[in-house]
């Protein structure tokens, strides 16, 4: 099981190419990571469905990024690190670009 993560500059669809930059490399780290995270809770991140998409919008990854900090805290080794690291400049660049999409690309 992995995560993959997609930048879009508007709403993904098929017909029309929207990918900005996508990651892949800590796939399976972020999915473990958000799998432990308490579910509904006033966070964002809990939502994302491992196996499924999900997209945030750049108001809902903004909101996302004040979880880095809680998430870097439950990292056990530098796999982990490195995942949520990846996942925070994600959401910022998601959160600072009016428009776009970050897609998490579940298996």
């Known amino acids: 099981m992995g995560i993959d993560l997609e930048l879009h500059n508007g709403r993904p669809h098929r017909q029309k190419p929207t990918l900005i930059r996508r990651s892949s490399e800590h796939g399976e780290a972020l999915a473990g990571l958000i799998s432990e995270l308490p579910a509904n809770t006033s966070g964002k991140l809990w939502m994302v469905d491992p196996y499924d998409d999900t997209l945030f919008n750049e108001q809902v990854a903004e909101a996302a990024l004040r979880e880095i900090p809680d998430l870097l805290s ?32 579940g298996d």
Do not use: I, K, N
């Not at 949520?84 to 009016?98: G, I, N």
């Open 74 to 105: 439950r990292c056990t080794d530098d796999a982990r690190t490195a995942a949520v690291r990846d996942l925070a400049a994600f959401l910022e660049a998601c959160a600072t670009t009016p428009g776009s999409y970050l897609v998490f690309v």
